[in-house]
């Protein structure tokens, strides 16, 4: 079993950065690959960023990439997600998730994805 607890969110103005932190707990934890997801009200679950269980694969929605980082402290057991030049579109509910098997490359298939925390909120003002 895996227990995954985000934190980080919070409310900023456009423009501004967050850095969301995702701690995991449970047996090797540090063997999963990690996504993190994002849900707005009324909208579907969507993808926002992968990376690989090593940290030496990662995948980006094209709505992040080149403002959003994913990257992993293996050591730390903890995820973490870098958003820089903040939008109102991104203001959703931050979820992380653990992907289904060990040693996997991750992926940005909300299904692929056994293990989810909580969420963390980010409100991004204009």
């Known amino acids: 079993q895996v227990q995954l607890v985000e934190s980080g969110g919070g409310l900023v103005q456009a423009g501004g950065s967050l850095r969301l932190s995702c701690a995991a707990s449970g047996r090797t934890t540090s063997s999963y690959a990690m996504g993190w997801f994002r849900q707005a009200p009324g909208k579907e679950r969507e993808f926002v960023a992968a990376?690989?269980?090593?940290?030496?694969?990662?995948y980006y929605a094209d709505s992040v990439k080149g403002r959003f980082t994913i990257f992993r402290d293996n050591a730390k057991n903890t995820v973490y997600l870098q958003m820089n030049s903040l939008k109102p579109d991104d203001t959703a509910r931050y979820y992380c998730?653990?992907?289904?098997?060990?040693?996997?490359?991750?992926?940005?298939?909300?299904?692929?994805?056994?293990?989810w925390g909580q969420g963390t909120q980010v409100t991004v003002s204009s």
């Open positions: 990376i690989s269980w090593s940290g030496g694969r990662k």
């Open positions: 998730a653990a992907e289904k098997g060990v040693y996997g490359l991750g992926s940005s298939n909300v299904n692929q994805y056994d293990y």
